[in-house]
């Protein structure tokens, strides 16, 4: 079992930074493959990026260039550095966890709010 908790969401305007953190509890984070998704309100959740257990990283097109996903295995941490916010990047943003031998993601966190102002 795997428990996710994500931080540094907030109020920022636009062509601001922020960066988020997920802590996974647990002993075998540095097997996991991690992502971030994001839910605007009436939109789908939509894929932001990933990084595998090896630290291979990828992007939603939406943020490429702008976004960095990184994990530092030592602290059971993965974060999202997000610079150049635009007002569409305004949603709840959700860190995910899945075995690497999975295809869906199994474990969620409860998700942080960023609001980018125009």
């Known amino acids: 079992q795997v428990q996710l908790v994500e931080s540094g969401g907030g109020l920022v305007q636009a062509g601001g930074s922020l960066r988020l953190s997920c802590k996974a509890s647990?002993?075998?984070?540095?097997?996991?493959?991690m992502a971030w998704f994001r839910q605007a309100p009436g939109e789908e959740r939509e894929f932001v990026a990933a990084?595998?257990?090896?630290?291979?990283?990828y992007y939603g097109d939406s943020v490429k260039g702008r976004f960095t996903i990184s994990r530092d295995n030592a602290k059971n941490t993965v974060y999202l550095q997000m610079n150049s916010l635009k007002p569409e990047d305004t949603a709840v943003y959700y860190c995910?966890?899945?075995?690497?031998?999975?295809?869906?993601?199994?474990?969620w966190g409860q998700g942080t709010q960023v609001t980018v102002s125009s």
């Open positions: 995910a966890a899945k075995s690497t031998f999975r295809s869906d993601y199994s474990y």
């Open positions: 990084i595998r257990w090896i630290g291979s990283p």
């Open positions: 647990g002993r075998t984070f540095s097997s996991y493959d």
